[in-house]
């Protein structure tokens, strides 16, 4: 692959401008369509549109990065109404209308474990710890439908560095928020909560494990797992934890949520795997949203196997699933 140091890329020279002008569009149908949406607005509002029926803020300053593919960008408006966010409902539509009132400011990520310097980072510290990049990601939920993302952040390596991980440090740990009052729903979930995740320490320091603070140009919507999530581009969607609120570095494999609830279907590597099915359908094709049919190949490790496929080296991927 062609990696081309991000200083000599200009954001014009890999954000397909049609995103822009489609975004465009979007907005400007919604204008007209939306017009509930849209009253008791102000003029300054619509003057400087924030785009979204929820709430977000601009990202501005962002930098391209190669680890974007140039496939079309799934619309906004399937992205941010079609979700898995177990806490808010497990229909998915009941995210983006449950989680509206969800309060993500203040918000602190505590990152401690074998590390030598834990501290806990406020959401304004995030933001500024480095540049953020928009990163256009492949998505492949197990479910097999899939979306191309325009995700703003920066590597997770770029956060994991500064509180300067020890050789006990094997694996990482991720939790999200849970509020029960929050959350009304999440006893109708059918998983433990707080929802959990992990990585090993080689798959979180991949350069391409995105450490994800917004999208389409904006900060993330609730639905999407806002104010801050994890996106692995190369395993399934459940191992992208949303609204994280703890990193943890630690010796030992952590559970994750999935393979708590049903390990026979779920494993802690979770790869996108086209010749591993799962057992109660196939894995080998996807449906790319807003489409309707099951028929989009799905490519090994979600298409970043140059990138990733030596970091499993050895290792027998169907049992290790
Ligand atoms: N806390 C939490 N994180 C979660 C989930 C969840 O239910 N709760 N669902 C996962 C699944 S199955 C997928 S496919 C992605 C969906 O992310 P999206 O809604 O932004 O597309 O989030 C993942 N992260
Ligand atoms: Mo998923």
């Known amino acids: 692959m062609l990696i081309k140091r991000s200083s000599d890329l200009k954001y014009s020279d890999v954000t397909p401008r049609d995103i822009y002008v489609n975004r465009r569009k979007f907005l400007y149908g919604m204008g007209l369509a939306g017009g509930l949406a849209l ?52 229909e998915k539509d009941q995210p983006a209308k449950n989680a509206q009132k969800f309060v993500t400011s203040p918000w602190t990520v505590s990152v401690e474990g074998e590390v030598a310097k834990p501290r806990k980072f406020t959401m304004e510290e995030i933001l500024k710890l480095a540049p953020l990049e928009e990163r256009i990601y492949r998505h492949r939920c197990v479910e097999a439908w899939s979306i ?76 999407d797992g806002a104010p801050v999530r994890m996106v692995i581009p190369w395993k399934y969607g459940f191992k992208s934890i949303k609204s994280i609120v703890k990193i943890k570095f630690v010796k030992d494999q952590p559970q994750t949520t999935w393979n ?10 979770s790869n996108v795997n086209p010749k591993v099915d799962h057992p109660r359908w196939t894995q080998s094709k996807e449906v790319r949203l807003p489409g309707f049919f099951k028929n989009t190949p799905t490519q090994m490790f979600n298409g970043y196997g140059d990138q990733v496929a030596s970091l499993y080296n050895g290792m027998d991927l169907k049992k290790n699933y």
């Open 260 to 269: 708590i609830t049903n390990a026979h279907e779920y494993g802690f590597y």
């Open 148 to 223: 191309v993302v325009p995700w703003v952040g920066y590597s997770f390596s770029t956060i994991a560095k500064l509180v300067e991980p020890n050789s006990n440090a094997r694996y990482v740990a991720f939790e999200s928020y849970f509020d029960r009052k929050q959350m009304p729903l999440w006893g109708r979930a059918g998983i433990e909560l707080p929802y959990v995740e992990g990585l090993r320490i080689d798959e979180a320091m991949h350069p391409l494990t995105l450490l994800g603070m917004g999208m389409y140009g904006e900060t993330l919507p609730n639905q």
């Open 39 to 90: 009253a008791g607005k102000s003029l300054a509002d619509l003057v400087n549109p924030s785009a979204r029926a929820y709430a977000s803020t601009k990202l501005t300053g962002l930098t391209g990065s190669p680890f974007s593919t140039t496939e079309k960008v799934t619309p906004e408006q399937v992205v941010t109404t079609y979700n898995n966010y177990y806490e808010f409902g497990t």
